[in-house]
């Protein structure tokens, strides 16, 4: 091999190793990311069911205090 094709190859393995290595190191942050992101998700979907169980509780708190 020559010089330039030698450093060619090189180059082109060493630009493939650091867009693996990038991608390896992304992913666990994309990971994170959506993690985060679904848990947010889920809290904000429960809010109206934690309302409404509330809401009855204080309604039906005053039948109680009757007895």
Known sequence: MSDSSCNSVIS???????????????????????????????EVAKVPFKVAGAVADVATDDDDDKD
């Open 12 to 42: 082109t393995a060493l630009r493939i190793s650091s867009v693996a290595l990038l991608m390896a190191a992304m992913s666990g942050c994309l990971g994170t990311a959506v993690g985060a992101a679904v848990d947010v998700t889920l």
